[in-house]
């Protein structure tokens, strides 16, 4: 301890070190299970067929797309996570934005050409989603609903919305640019993966570097403090969730890009997946922490979980059992952080 | 001022006149009336729903007063909010202190009001270094020297958390701190060092209310004594010419 006050027990030098070492190896947590995941498999690969699991482009490019469609989820969750909040709505987001992307590509291609009708069709997506996330932000912001329960209402809503809009049904894209947009590479890369990995980054800075994700930390923690500072939190908690809306919207464009159909229950389940990316991730759900490579991480934890079994030939069902367990010993690590760390 | 005497000269930095405030049929102040000078500490006593806590929110912007005047540097004011006393230089600190936890010391201090500088020469990015420069400064100004500025405030003991309210208090250059109750929550090390920080302050010319129950602390730190009874003042005294027992019985009207 530097200050003049070290008068108390955390100021033992040696007990101090070994906890701030605890401390960053927990805050690290989401990359050491992916490396036990990926050395596990890898070793069982090796062992019994032979072969390298992780050093297969095939299998690592499986992996990262198998971890898009949840990822994209958990970015916008991660900030709503930090700040205090849940949102439940961005499963059925997620299917409204494939249904709207697919049909208005559709309707637009009867009269534009196909590039720009992908266009028209991706705006779409985007734009109707910011819809309910705007529902759900004023829901909590000026009207004092809990999160958990105006954004299941929401879910309610968007799943009842984009089933009536599907017709029940799934609704097919004919429009090949928007197919090479689901299913091409560029120098051999997805360009699903790229456009993922695009806006990690982009959320990362936000989260990161910028006033506004430094607010998300602040509200998270004490928003008290952070109405005194000044800062206009109604108004930050609606960008928060038109966020998370956002990035539902992205997920929803790209599935139907993937399958070149919309489908109304395209994040179903995927929700709970995202949650447990950003969990397992480093995020507390009582909020003020969390952070995106955690997040990414944490879905990488989960895409490797699943992927892998399937390839090692365990039942399928096992995935649930694993993922489970790696989101009960991630929260159980947090609950041992915040102690250690003293956070109130 | 009746009792004011060191610094007759100068004018008072806060000039609390006639202050009524009412809440429906209950009267919290009754006409009261009290002065603040630069560098002077004044300890507001009194006993529970004895009105400490209205007048402060009176002075610092969160009620309105029904009556009388506030006058801050010579100047009638009327903050309709707590922004605008802070923008005048009246900082508040609660007894909650009004911390991000997870947040460090430099971002605890520009909290809503953050610098930035630009990365590769176009990205703007939050300015890190010097939220840490001015953090690591603003803490040596009031004796803490702290050379962790990436942990987050809640790895702090609380005096050194107490440290950080006011050490955000005076980088947007308060001059007049209001304090409730900073010693209540502490240790008796930390309170003392609570108790050096205020006479820091002061030594600074900064002008301090703060109020306490604990008369030891009083007793330690201030100039003079603000008792009140029943939303009225019930009495001054300077910290030299009375003791304990008279503050007591100030306080109970005995």
Redesign the interface.
């Known amino acids: 301890m ?4 070290s ?2 027990s ?1 100021a033992d030098p040696t007990k101090s070190r070994s906890r701030q070492l605890i401390l960053r190896i927990a805050a690290l947590r989401a990359w050491l299970f992916l490396a036990i995941l990926l050395v596990f498999f890898e070793t069982w690969s090796r062992i019994s067929y032979g072969q390298t699991f992780l050093f297969s482009s095939y299998n690592a490019q499986s992996i990262a797309i198998f971890a898009v469609a949840p990822l994209l989820l958990a970015l916008g969750s991660t900030f709503v996570i930090i700040s205090g909040g849940i949102d439940l709505s961005i499963g059925f987001i997620m299917g409204l934005a494939a249904v709207i992307a697919a049909h208005a590509t559709n309707l637009a291609g009867q009269s534009l050409p196909p590039f720009a009708a992908m266009l028209v069709g991706i705006t779409a997506g985007l734009v109707v989603a910011l819809g309910p996330g705007f529902v759900n932000g004023v829901l909590i912001s000026k009207l004092k609903v809990p999160p958990f329960i105006g954004t299941l209402g929401m879910f309610g809503v968007a799943r009842g919305v984009a089933f009536l809009l599907a017709g029940g049904t799934t609704v097919p894209v004919a429009n090949s640019w928007f197919a090479s947009l689901g299913n091409g590479r560029v120098f051999g890369f997805p360009v699903v993966v790229i456009i993922t990995i695009l806006f990690v980054l982009l959320m990362h ?1 936000l989260l990161s ?3 506004f994700g ?2 998300t ?2 509200i ?3 928003e ?3 109405i ?4 206009n939190v109604p108004r930050h908690i609606r960008k928060l969730y038109l966020l998370s809306a956002l990035c539902a919207g992205l997920g929803g464009v790209l599935y139907a890009a993937r399958f070149t159909a919309g489908a109304a229950q395209a994040g179903e389940p995927l929700l709970l997946d995202s949650i447990a990316a950003v969990v397992i991730g480093g995020a507390s759900l009582f909020g ?2 969390g952070t995106i490579l955690g997040t990414v991480a944490g879905a990488l934890v989960i895409a490797v979980i699943q992927y892998g079994l399937v390839f090692i030939n365990v039942e399928p069902f096992w995935q649930f059992v694993a993922v489970g367990v790696v989101i009960i010993i991630s929260v159980l690590v947090d609950q041992t952080q915040r102690k250690l ?4 | 001022m009746s009792v004011q005497s060191q610094t007759q000269s100068q004018e008072p930095i806060l000039d609390v006149r006639s202050v009524s405030k009412r809440f429906g049929g209950v009267e919290a102040l009754k006409e009261v009336s009290m002065a603040l000078y630069p560098g002077e500490v004044v300890a507001l006593a009194g006993d529970n729903g004895a009105g400490k806590s209205t007048l402060i929110k009176t002075i610092s912007g969160v009620h309105g007063a029904d009556g009388g005047e506030i006058r801050f540097a010579g100047e009638a004011v009327r903050f309709a909010t ?2 605008a006393a802070r923008a005048h230089g009246i900082e508040t600190i609660y007894q ?1 202190l ?6 460090t010391i430099g ?2 201090i520009f ?4 610098p ?1 500088r630009r ?1 590769f020469g176009f ?4 300015d890190r270094p010097a939220m840490a420069k001015a953090a690591k400064e603003t ?1 040596a100004r009031l ?6 500025l990436d942990a ?1 405030v ?4 609380g ?2 958390r107490q ?1 950080v309210a006011i050490g955000r208090a005076i980088y947007w250059n308060a001059r007049v701190l209001i304090m409730d109750e900073p010693t209540a929550a502490l ?1 008796v ?2 309170q003392r ?1 609570v108790v050096s920080l205020i006479q820091n302050l002061k030594a600074q010319g900064r002008a301090i209310i703060f109020i306490s129950h604990n008369l030891q602390d009083i007793f330690a730190v201030a100039d003079r004594i603000v008792v009140l009874r029943r939303g009225m003042l019930a009495g001054e005294r300077k910290i030299s010419e009375t003791n304990p027992d008279e503050i007591v019985k100030l306080m109970v009207g005995g």
Do not use: W
């Not at chain 1, 005194?228 to 800062?231: K, Q, V």
């Not at chain 2, 909290?111 to 953050?114: I, T, V, W």
């Not at chain 2, 990205?123 to 939050?126: E, K």
């Open positions: 530097s200050a003049q006050t008068t108390e955390r800075y570097q910028t006033r430094q607010h930390y602040a998270g923690a004490n008290q403090a952070a005194r500072s000044g800062i003020g922490s760390g003293g956070d109130r | 707590p922004e909650d009004a911390l991000a936890d997870n947040l971002a605890n909290l809503g009001r953050e930035m990365a990205l703007p990015v939050l803490m004796d803490f020297h702290v050379n962790r987050p809640g790895r702090f003991s005096g050194q440290a240790g090390p930390e060092k």
